[in-house]
């Protein structure tokens, strides 16, 4: 090969660069940093050579940026490689001109490593064999402290030699002189020469065509892309599948590679992959004056984050990382995906992306490896380490996944692809429509006393209105309505849950309850069905003043319309229940069957001239009564009082078989005769203190039982009847004999017999 290139006089001289730092009052020693090979044998046109950035005398040297400059017209870049025990980022290409680039930048991360190596190397490729330069500019190095250091520099050059000329050429011998010659005889005359046809003229030649310009560059135009990662492993969020970490996303220019598998992983990748920061590569995209976006948040299992990114020719490549957070170092990453075609125009992208591993820690991926705590409680769980276990060499590869290499748990393991990227074309959403309001609706205003009002709804409204929506817009605490059908006053009570409710029609009357009284509007338009006359009495005809004219309830002692409100308890469906009201003044008789399926009833008295029904301190018993006419709760007595006359309504509830029995009974025991316990049965027809004394033949008291205050009702089972042990006052069982009960009330008592056999 060496001999090829010498027969083709092909010879490159590549120079040494070479810098001297010169250090200020903090002096760290001299630091050299140069070109090498710095000389070399070149190959011909096409063939490529590596030339790397050395750096001699490193001690004490916190971190670098250097710049390396070309001719692109001689040299071509094919990649660049970095050296990771000195930290250094990607390289990033500044264009030159619109032909080609001209230089490659590089900067660290972090501390240097004390002592000599090769911070970076480039490959290039001969175009073209011609004299060049390779400069070192835009120099940085910095010490422990952070200042910048003096330095000088030195430019180098690659160097052709002028080809060897060309042998000059042999002269040609002097010729021999040709003899005498011998006359010819005399030639027979020639006959007359045929005369040679005209000559045919040779065609003009074809011109060469103009050769064709070279096209001009395509130049993308600036682009915003809408950009979205897709979590595609599955499970709880912290119990299974795997969190990302906030992502980075980063336009940059085109050739810079963020990673590499098969390459050691730089510092500010290995800080994303083992704990999510992403301030290294953060600093490396403003250094580079890339285009970023953060995803806000973690991605959580089955989620996803969009940004929107701007690219155009400076930056037209895409890339991005996250980390696994429940493994050791793990990422998903983009390295250098181009945004844009060959023609320049922006690309819809879909890829699946798969997980890899930094190689920067060792992956055991087992719980005592993972930093912090698995569980919550110090003595359960075994002591974990928080320590970082480095790997030797370690370098970038695709991710075995935790089962493969560890046990974390099973629910954390994942399957490739993990993520999904999609990058589109950002299109604004367009500014809504303007909501033009609609005209406004006709309104009315009704003036309401506080107290008893009887209304019609004036307008027909937008949404109907049900008694329920009525009481909230009115404030009422009742609202009541004369059943057309059965001629029976219904009514709505505000705050009972499962009160019957119904609609609001026009050109119907309702009597509303509304404490505070005050103006209400009604809007709407005119009713489809135009009020003829009230229902409730056609003399009854509604207006302000009517409603104005109604006592205010503060004062009242009595209300013309008033509504029990009962709230029922076990019903059995199928069976027709009635609720029966009773004033015991004035002894008049109000029923309303049961809605079943509510399991709300309500009885309703009303006079439409305005006459009291309920005054303060009436009694009203009220009873439930099956289809058989059979009271199955109650009755319950009750004194109406002066704040029900304000809210115009009495809430009772009842269970069925809540019966309160007419007259107070003692039922005998059971078991009878018993062994050694036994219950005493009793029922009561008012509330009052109940005691059973126990007595032996002689009448001596063997036991007293003080059962306390009971209420109206019956205790004639196990769980409610009155209990005797069979012992004494002193804890004694007594022995077999008769022996007498007695139950005792405030205005009752009655005896009865038991026997103890043994």
């Given amino acids: 090969m060496k001999n090829q290139l010498f027969n083709r006089k092909l010879f490159f001289s590549l120079m040494a660069v070479v810098m001297c730092l010169g250090w200020t009052a903090m002096s760290y020693g001299a630091a050299t940093v140069s070109v090498e090979p710095a000389t070399m044998d070149s190959p011909a046109v096409g063939e490529q050579f590596t030339v790397s950035i050395n750096i001699s005398g490193a001690a004490g040297v916190a971190g670098y940026q250097v710049t390396l400059n070309f001719d692109p017209t001689a040299l071509k870049y094919i990649s660049s490689a970095y050296n990771a025990d000195y930290m250094a980022a990607f390289p990033g290409i500044s264009p030159s001109g619109l032909a080609s680039d001209s230089s490659i930048r590089f900067t660290t991360l972090g501390a240097a490593q004390d002592k000599d190596g090769t911070l970076a190397t480039v490959t290039f490729e001969v175009i073209e064999v011609k004299a060049s330069s390779i400069t070192l500019s835009d120099v940085v190095v910095s010490g422990d402290g952070g200042a910048s250091l003096e330095i000088t520099t030195a430019d180098g050059s690659v160097t052709v030699p002028a080809p060897e000329p060309d042998p000059e050429p042999e002269p040609d011998p002097e010729p021999t002189p040709d003899p005498e010659p011998t006359p010819d005889p005399e030639p027979e005359p020639d006959p007359e020469p045929t005369p040679d046809p005209e000559p045919t003229p040779d065609p003009e030649p074809t011109p060469d065509p103009e050769p064709m310009p070279d096209p001009e560059p395509v130049v993308p135009e600036s682009t915003m892309f809408k950009i979205t990662l897709t979590n595609l492993t599955t499970g709880e969020p912290g119990m299974g599948g795997q969190i990302f970490s906030p992502p980075i996303f980063a336009a940059h220019t085109a050739g810079v590679k963020v990673y590499e598998v098969g390459q050691p992983a730089s510092q500010a990748l290995v800080l994303l992959a083992e704990n999510g920061d992403t301030s290294g590569l953060a600093a490396l995209a403003a250094a580079a004056k890339a285009n970023t976006a953060m995803g806000e948040g973690l991605v959580v299992p089955g989620a996803s984050v969009s940004v929107v990114l701007t690219a155009d020719a400076m930056n037209s490549s895409l890339s991005l990382a996250t980390m696994l957070v429940s493994t050791n170092d793990a990422f998903i990453g983009v390295a250098d995906l181009a945004l844009f075609d060959e023609a320049g125009m922006p690309m819809s992208i879909t890829r699946e992306l798969r997980s890899y591993d930094a190689g920067s820690e060792q992956n055991t991926e087992r719980a005592s490896d993972i930093p912090g705590p698995v569980g919550l409680d110090a003595e359960m769980d075994p002591p974990h380490s928080n320590a970082r276990v480095p790997t030797e060499g370690g370098v970038i590869t695709p991710h075995a996944g935790i089962l493969g290499v560890g046990q974390v748990g099973e629910a954390f393991a994942w399957t490739e692809p993990t993520a999904m990227l999609t990058v589109e074309v950002y299109v604004p959403e367009p500014d809504p429509e303007p909501v033009v309001p609609p005209p406004p609706l006709p309104t009315y205003d009704v003036t309401l006393a506080a107290g008893l009002n009887m209304i019609s709804v004036p307008l027909m409204p937008t949404e109907p209105y049900t008694a329920q929506s009525l009481a909230d817009m009115l404030k009422a605490t009742v609202v009541i309505k004369l059943d057309a059908t059965t001629q029976e006053f219904v009514g709505y009570v505000a705050g009972v849950e499962g009160g019957y409710d119904f609609g609001i029609e026009g050109g119907k009357g309702y009597i509303v309850n509304t404490p505070m009284g005050g103006m209400v509007t009604f809007s709407g338009t005119a009713w489809a069905n135009p009020p003829a006359k009230m229902e409730m009495a056609a003399e009854m005809e509604m207006s302000s003043e009517d409603a104005a004219a109604a006592p205010k309830l503060s004062t009242a ?153 009971k209420s109206t009702g019956s205790y004639m089972t196990s769980s409610t009847a009155a209990y005797w042990d069979g012992k004494n006052e002193a804890g004694e069982h007594v022995s077999s004999g008769i022996y007498f009960y007695v139950l005792q009330t405030a205005n009752f008592t009655a005896t009865r017999r038991m026997v103890i056999l043994k």
């Fill in 557 to 709: 002692k009595g209300a013309w319309a008033f509504v029990i409100s009962s709230d029922l308890q076990d019903i059995q469906l199928g069976t027709s229940y009635t609720v029966v009201a009773k004033n015991l003044r004035t002894g008049v008789v109000t029923t309303q069957k049961v809605d079943n399926d509510k399991g709300y009833g309500s009885t309703v008295w009303a006079d439409l001239n305005r006459k009291d029904v309920v005054e303060a301190g009436d009694k009203v018993e009220i009873a439930l009564i099956d289809e058989n006419g059979t009271v199955v709760s109650g009755p319950f007595e009750r004194t109406v009082q002066t704040s029900d006359i304000n809210n115009a309504y009495l809430s009772v509830q009842m269970r069925v078989g809540d019966v309160r029995p007419k007259e107070t009974i003692l039922g005998q025991n059971f078991p009878n005769p018993f062994n050694p316990e036994t219950w005493i049965p009793y029922q009561l027809s008012r509330d009052s203190n109940v005691a059973v004394q126990i007595y032996n033949v002689s009448g001596h008291t063997v036991r007293t039982l003080n059962l306390g205050h």
